[in-house]
């Protein structure tokens, strides 16, 4: 079973930019697609962006496009989500999560394990 530590969040001012990241262990991680979500006070976990094993294919939000980027290195072990210009109503936990079977995937129903989040706050 596969364990994720999300880091990299913070505070930041709207228009500004913030690398997460997330760190898995305890499996083999280049097996597994990804997935970013995220969850702002009072709202449902939402769907960010998603990476298959190899990279070879990537899904951002529409309200992310042109302005995130979702990476992974499977040789550290870790994904990435690169964020900018960045918006206040972005503020949110961000968590990545694993799939364990299949390819990349935008519900949260289909990933089968969870890192506990990081806080990202966006000032205006």
């Known amino acids: 079973q596969v364990q994720l530590v999300e880091s990299g969040g913070g505070l930041v001012q709207a228009g500004g930019s913030l690398r997460l990241s997330c760190e898995a262990s305890g499996g083999t991680f280049s097996r597994y697609a990804m997935g970013w979500f995220r969850q702002a006070p009072g709202k449902e976990r939402e769907f960010v962006a998603a990476?298959?094993?190899?990279?070879?294919?990537?899904y951002l939000a529409d309200s992310v496009k042109g302005r995130y980027t979702i990476s992974r290195d499977n040789a550290k072990n870790t994904l990435y989500l690169q964020m900018s210009s960045q918006k206040p109503e972005e503020t949110a936990v961000y968590s990545c999560?694993?799939?364990?079977?299949?390819?990349?995937?935008?519900?949260?129903?289909?990933?089968?394990?969870w890192g506990q989040g990081t806080q990202v706050t966006v000032s205006s």
């Open positions: 999560a694993a799939r364990d079977r299949g390819g990349i995937a935008t519900t949260e129903g289909e990933y089968d394990y």
């Open positions: 990476i298959s094993w190899g990279s070879s294919r990537r």
